[in-house]
């Protein structure tokens, strides 16, 4: 008598899936929990984006020396080489258009 193989069952196949997806993500969190215990800056893209909730304008530039995160005309710089905060700044457009909400109260 030959042995026959069983088909796989589809149930065995969903359930492989969902355990290969799992270890997937949870070996991406872990190497960056260890990455962020090592100190390693997260990697970001310039980005120009438009927010259709709350009106806003989010812009996101990369210099060799900071990135720059742009809300409405306000700059946030962080030190490219290792993500620490370094100050803030702001456009005179931005300036302008402040002053123009303040002045409306």
Sequence with gaps: MIATEQPVLRSE????????????REGRK?????????????????LEMD??????????RVS???TVISVEGREFYFYRRNGKFD?????????AKLCEKRSKR
């Excluded at 872990?30 to 310039?46: A, D, E, H, K, Y």
């Excluded at 927010?51 to 996101?60: A, E, K, M, N, R």
């Excluded at 100050?87 to 300036?95: F, P, R």
């Design 13 to 24: 196949l969903v359930w492989w899936a969902r355990w290969w997806d799992k270890g997937r």
């Design 30 to 46: 872990s190497l960056g929990r260890f990455l962020n215990w090592l100190g390693v800056p997260g990697f970001i893209q310039p």
């Design 51 to 60: 927010d259709l909730v709350t009106g806003w304008h989010l812009s996101i």
């Design 64 to 66: 060799p020396l900071f």
């Design 87 to 95: 100050g803030t700044g702001m456009s005179t457009c931005a300036y």
